[in-house]
């Protein structure tokens, strides 16, 4: 029952980190996590989870390197082959020795064994924290390649160095000669097991297609498992299971792909499969990050044998050194490479080189590996260990999150997308060319103006998508203050009886769409606290008319001509107090990002006065929406294909507009024909009066 507990709370966690990092976008998600991860371990279902490397290195780490290799641009990496392999044993190596000598200068006490296999533990970077902190960062491709191969080469280096240094310990002998040609004859297994695992797995996809058995997931759960028996296969014969994953991942991105329905329909369910698994793990390592941090902290922290003041020194020291070490040993490769000259002009590629080599999960996963008992007799310096390794990468990644911005070129900010604009556009002129050329009934008319809507919110998406998360920003906390404009003008319009609960339905229905334009939402704290406080305020000063909006829920309402003229006056005197808020905003907000909104206000009063905007709304769920939607669909394609023809769009691109077109397409004509709410727009029943 502790197992299903632990699992249960670990997803709920999981779940919880991804909300938060939408609501604070500005701090990273994997900052998140491990804060998450820390309360979590204070709780007695975190102090119930034990720690097992073996464990976390075959089950996490494994398929997140073997994730990477599939998905790293090989060929970018390989122009950077000689840099990469310096850092990833190189480096290890030279961290090893810096850092194990200055812990035990530091710390005489402590085996110098131990303290190399301390140095051993954090010369790997972590790859999913660099990814994690560069990728909403204009970084250089270059240093993003270099730090992607080193993340996936490294962790194998680290390992094996470390088991020497553990050996060292438990049996005071050490040959570096040794040590070398174990990691070559480690590294070269590692690779080994990995072809032959992929060879093997393809023999087996050859089989199942011989004898006709092939099936999607099948095929998905061989995939799924490569990375895991890489691993034990290179491990049964003592080689790096880590290097085998990562082989074994690089491999099958190279393989041949035929180009069929069946494989284009795998492809899909692998991609998605992956997604989800691939944050999933992300989110575990930072998850026990936490947890081994909040574990590891307090018995040292309040033991009476260190000084804490003398502790923190150390983990700030020594921290700094990796650091330094980096930069140091990262200069000295650009000077013998490229000569002294050229190294002092790519001073801004060897910082971000050296800060981007922060420490991850990786390294407390290794320094768990130390024995607690050595030669029979207790090891009581292990848990100070792990103490001041836990420390250190917790504080190599704070460094990182600070640093990475400053040295950076700025936030990505996606590439506009003139030419969608342009055919959606198009789209929308040839909808209204059907509303002035057709003869249409009363619903083809509210059907087309709704798909009219559809598309225009395509052109808001695409508006938005191309702003920065600070702009992303500013903009979800406006619309969070015309939203609760909106939502306090329709209560009090009900509390005073302007409108009925078919009308307040209504107008709710439009504030959800309102609401839900902008699929990629990213709230500040702002427009957090104004959303989600607001509502319980609402419910908590009008619990009645909460009470009855939720009874309201799951009844087919009937809507007469007079609600939805009672919602019409409603909404143009919430516009009008909208237009007075949006025009005192333009000394806080950006004057362009307000005139957005004023503009989009103005035109939704129109559409409300001239066409009926809340007609496009309840046609939505009619069957008749579907099929003019199908129809647009039908009209994107075929402006699609005339820009291709004239050559204003690649065929990479037209395809690539065509996938978005099909997957709506799919999405649209799976909607269910009679839904479980919906309002039906006719005249009402005259109520017969009370007798006396």
Known sequence: MILIEIIIFLAITITLSNVLAKVF??????????????LLGLTEIGRSINFEPEVFLVMIIAPLLFREGETADIPAILKHSGTILFLAFGGVI????????????????????????????????DAVAVNSLAKRLKMPDSVMHILEGEGLLNDASGVTAFQFAVAALM???????????TLLLSTLGGVLAGVVVVYLKRQSIQLIERISARDITGYLLIELTLPFLAYLVAEIFHSSGIIAAVVCGVLESRGFRKISLFDAELSNVTETSWQTISFTLNALVFLFLGIELSQVFSPIWNSETYSNLHLFFIVVLLTALLFLIRFLFITLFYTITKGLKQTHRHLHERLLLTVGGVKGTVSIATIFILPAVIGGVDFPERSLLLFITACVTFLSLIMGMILLPILSDGEVTPVANPRQMEIYREVIACLEEDLET??????????????????????????????????????????????????????????????????????????SRFQNSIPHQILSFLSFWIIVV????????????????????????????QDVSAVREVFLKNSQTILASLENLRDVYDEDL??????????????????????????????MYTKELLRGYYLERKIIDEHESRD???????????????????????QPADPPFRFIMRKKKPEKPKEE
């Open 438 to 511: 057709r003869e249409l009934s009363e619903k083809e008319n509210f059907a087309i103006q709704a798909v009219i809507t559809n598309y225009q919110d395509h052109i808001q998406e695409l508006f938005t998508d191309t702003m920065s998360d600070s702009s992303q920003q500013e903009f979800q906390e406006v619309q969070a203050l015309m939203l609760s404009i909106e939502r306090d003008g329709l209560d009090e319009s009900y509390r005073k009886r302007k409108i009925n609960m078919d009308s307040y339905r209504l107008y709710s229905l439009f504030i």
């Open 25 to 38: 976008p500005s701090i990273p998600m994997f900052m998140i996590q491990i804060v998450l991860g820390i």
């Open 171 to 181: 049996t005071g002998h050490f040959s570096a000669t040794e040590a070398s040609l």
């Open 94 to 125: 030279l961290t090893l020795v810096s850092l194990g000598f200055a812990l035990h200068g530091l710390l005489p006490t402590i085996p110098l064994a131990a303290c190399l296999a301390f140095g051993a533990a954090l010369g790997p970077t």
């Open 534 to 561: 607001q509502r319980i305020i609402r419910v908590i000063l009008h619990p009645r008319l909460f009470w009855q909006r939720r009874q309201a829920r799951g009844l087919r309402r009937v809507i007469d001509r």
């Open 648 to 670: 204003e769009i690649s065929t990479f691109e037209a395809n690539d507009y065509r996938h978005r077109v099909n997957m709506l397409e799919s999405y649209a004509m799976r």
């Open 594 to 623: 307000i005139d957005f909104f004023v503009e989009e206000r103005r035109n939704l009063m129109e559409q409300v006065d001239k066409r009926g905007l809340f007609g496009t709304i309840l046609i939505q769920q009619d069957p």
